[in-house]
């Protein structure tokens, strides 16, 4: 894990964080249990990246929370990009929109996301980012799969799980496992090529073949 020293100098030598964000990374941390989950600057500038590179046209998020990597991502979309995010807790869905102000192309889908998936064609969106339930990881990789163009990429979130995921003190801690057979099949697929990128919690990025 980086020091304070070193996370500071990465943060101050990389894009700084556009001040709508940090207002909404404050709010998180002020009004919602769990703030932290917020993606942040770092993970944030990256996603934005990730979109660029990728050309991401067509957006799928799993986990809002407070709106913020949706933000992001949809920073890096083209003017006609559509990004959809799937949230379960209603409670949430007020402050999402009043982050989004309005964007016409972002699209908040409220419920579970094992159930809202089904609504998409094969091969609908270039870009998946799984952060939502550590538990249901696998299940939604399989369904992202059919979501995903070939060509395209799924980024999963909280893959080290704060290094639990190497730790046996962790066996018997659900999350803890279900990552794990989480990253062992993305391992052993040789339909995707992945890395996982030992920043914050742990990012796999996970490419489709075409
Ligand atoms: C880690 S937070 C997402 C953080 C957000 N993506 C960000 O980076 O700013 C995980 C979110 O997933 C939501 N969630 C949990 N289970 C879910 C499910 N089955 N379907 C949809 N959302 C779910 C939680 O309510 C929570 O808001």
Same mark, same amino acid.
């Given at each position: 894990?980086?020091?304070?020293?070193? +996370?500071?100098?990465?943060?101050?030598?990389?894009?700084?964080?556009?001040?709508?964000?940090?207002?909404?990374?404050?709010?998180?941390?002020?009004?919602?249990?769990?703030?932290?989950?917020?993606?942040? @600057?770092?993970?944030?500038?990256?996603?934005?990246?990730?979109?660029?590179?990728?050309?991401?046209?067509?957006?799928?998020?799993?986990?809002?929370?407070?709106?913020?990597?949706?933000?992001?991502?949809?920073?890096?979309?083209?003017?006609?990009?559509?990004? @959809?995010?799937?949230?379960?807790?209603?409670?949430?869905? +007020?402050?999402?929109?009043?982050?989004?102000?309005?964007?016409?192309?972002? @699209?908040? @889908?409220?419920?579970?996301?094992?159930?809202?998936?089904?609504?998409?064609?094969?091969?609908?969106?270039?870009?998946?980012?799984?952060?939502?339930?550590?538990?249901?990881?696998?299940?939604?990789?399989?369904?992202?799969?059919?979501?995903?163009?070939?060509?395209?990429?799924?980024?999963?979130?909280?893959?080290?799980?704060?290094?639990?995921?190497?730790?046996?003190?962790?066996?018997?801690?659900?999350?803890?496992?279900?990552?794990?057979?989480?990253?062992?099949?993305?391992?052993?697929?040789?339909?995707?090529?992945?890395?996982?990128?030992?920043?914050?919690?742990?990012?796999?990025?996970?490419?489709?073949?075409?």
């Amino acid at each position: 894990m980086l020091t304070p020293d070193l +996370e500071d100098y990465i943060l101050a030598h990389s894009d700084p964080e556009p001040e709508t964000l940090r207002q909404v990374d404050r709010e998180s941390n002020l009004r919602l249990v769990n703030g932290r989950m917020c993606s942040g @600057h770092l993970q944030g500038r990256l996603l934005k990246m990730l979109v660029r590179l990728t050309g991401a046209r067509r957006i799928l998020e799993l986990g809002t929370f407070s709106g913020y990597s949706a933000l992001c991502l949809a920073e890096g979309m083209p003017e006609e990009g559509e990004l @959809h995010s799937i949230e379960v807790d209603d409670e949430l869905e +007020e402050f999402i929109l009043s982050n989004w102000n309005g964007d016409p192309r972002l @699209h908040l @889908h409220i419920g579970d996301a094992e159930e809202i998936m089904p609504s998409w064609p094969n091969g609908y969106f270039d870009l998946i980012f799984i952060d939502a339930d550590k538990r249901r990881y696998l299940e939604y990789y399989a369904e992202a799969k059919r979501l995903l163009s070939p060509g395209g990429l799924i980024i999963a979130d909280n893959t080290l799980w704060s290094g639990h995921i190497a730790d046996p003190a962790y066996d018997r801690d659900a999350q803890t496992r279900a990552l794990r057979r989480f990253n062992d099949l993305v391992a052993a697929d040789t339909e995707v090529e992945k890395v996982i990128l030992p920043m914050r919690d742990g990012i796999t990025l996970i490419w489709k073949k075409p």
